[in-house]
């Protein structure tokens, strides 16, 4: 299971429709996943400053959870992919994508009412 939730301060009129589903195709075909692992969250129009600017400037908080295991290599080329897709689709500049990559053992994980290792048994 994979979870990604994506912050940002840009308006949710200004977001496009099938965003989530562009996330979910992009990231699925780089980690060699069906699309059915990945759950997006989105939270647009949430109030971030970022640096010593007194300014609002667009920008995206990217917290990514999964319980598959991934090296460094693999976390690059996914945070390739999302900032491509965060830069296509919501015009961010890739130095205003913050992405975090957090593994999450199995047993750690749930849904359903169920750990993710329970569901796999």
Known sequence: MQVVRIQTNIRSADIPEKFEQDVIYNLSV???LPADKFVIIVEPAVRMRIGF?????PVAIVNFQTTRPSSRIENDSYAKK????LNEQLKLDPAHIFISFDFKDAKSFATQGKT???LYE
């Open 53 to 57: 600017e007194n300014k609002e400037i």
């Open 82 to 85: 999302l900032t491509s897709v």
């Open 30 to 32: 780089v980690m060699e």
């Open 116 to 118: 993710i290792a329970s």
